[in-house]
C-alpha cells in the first residue's frame, strides 16, 4: 500500500522541542521530491521545508528557519523534522508530502505539485 505515515507530534510548552517522522511505504522516498506542511486552524495550508529529487539541500519557510531542520534517512525511507524553539502560533497539523516531478518547484519552503500526503500529526504549544 502506498502511503505516508507521520509520527511524533504533541503537546509542548513554548520554547519546546519535537521531532516528526514521516515513513513512507510501498514507494521509495529518495525518488521524490519532498515537503514537509502546516496548517493552523482557521487558516490555509502554508510550506514549511522541502527538498527536491537528488538534491540534499533543504528550503524553509521564513518561520521556521533557525528553528525547524528536515533530513532524510534513505535506509529508514523515511523524512524528519525538528521542531526547536516552538511558539504557540506553530500549533498545527503537519503534514509530509511527495511530488514526483522533477520539475516540482521548491521554494520558500513549499513544494508545488505534491501529489500523495500524509494524514498529518497535530502539534499543539501551549503552556
Known amino acids: 500500500q502506498v502511503q505516508l505515515v507521520e509520527s511524533g507530534g504533541g503537546l509542548v510548552q513554548p520554547g519546546g522541542s519535537l521531532r516528526l517522522s514521516c515513513t513512507a511505504s510501498g514507494f521509495r522516498l529518495n525518488d521524490y521530491s519532498i515537503g514537509w506542511f502546516r496548517q493552523a486552524p482557521g487558516k490555509q495550508r502554508e510550506g514549511v521545508s522541502c527538498m527536491k529529487i537528488g538534491n540534499p539541500d533543504t528550503n524553509y519557510a521564513g518561520n521556521a528557519k533557525g528553528r525547524f531542520t528536515m533530513s532524510r534517512d534513505n535506509d529508514k525511507n523515511a523524512v524528519y523534522l525538528q521542531l526547536n524553539g516552538l511558539k504557540p502560533e506553530d500549533t498545527a497539523i503537519y503534514s509530509c508530502?511527495?511530488?514526483?516531478?522533477?520539475?516540482?518547484?521548491?521554494?520558500?519552503?513549499?513544494?508545488?505539485?505534491?501529489?500523495?500526503w500524509g494524514s498529518g500529526a497535530q502539534v499543539s504549544v501551549s503552556s
Open positions: 508530502a511527495v511530488a514526483a516531478s522533477p520539475a516540482a518547484l521548491c521554494i520558500g519552503g513549499n513544494l508545488a505539485g505534491a501529489q500523495l
